[in-house]
């Protein structure tokens, strides 16, 4: 089972931009699809981004494509989300997410491991 820390959330104007990481640590396997979720209050948990850990094959929801970039270290066992000319209405929490597969989904009960969720706040 593998362990998720979330990192660089923060308070950014509109059109700013924010690189949130997630370490992985624990036991790992190259069989995963890591996967960015996000919720603001009141709202659903909604998937943005996913990425294949073997290949690196990414998908993205309608609303953050060509805006975020999710991306990989191998070496650092890290997944990032480069998230550009961001909107007030992506302020949310932020989780990061695991699933023991190699086929990319987007509901969040797919995903077996998280971690503890970091704040994005988008002003304006």
């Known amino acids: 089972q593998v362990q998720l820390v979330e990192s660089g959330g923060g308070l950014v104007q509109a059109g700013g931009s924010l690189r949130l990481s997630c370490a992985a640590s624990?036991?790992?396997?190259?069989?995963?699809?890591m996967g960015w979720f996000r919720q603001a209050p009141g709202k659903d948990r909604e998937f943005v981004a996913a990425?294949?850990?073997?290949?690196?094959?990414?998908y993205y929801s309608d609303s953050v494509k060509g805006r975020f970039t999710i991306s990989r270290d191998i070496a650092k066992n890290t997944v990032y989300l480069q998230m550009n000319s961001l909107k007030p209405e992506d302020t949310a929490v932020y989780y990061c997410?695991?699933?023991?597969?190699?086929?990319?989904?987007?509901?969040?009960?797919?995903?077996?491991?998280w971690g503890q969720g970091t704040q994005v706040t988008v002003s304006s």
């Open positions: 997410a695991a699933r023991n597969s190699v086929v990319i989904v987007t509901t969040a009960a797919d995903f077996g491991s």
């Open positions: 624990g036991r790992t396997s190259s069989n995963y699809v």
């Open positions: 990425i294949r850990w073997s290949g690196g094959m990414t």
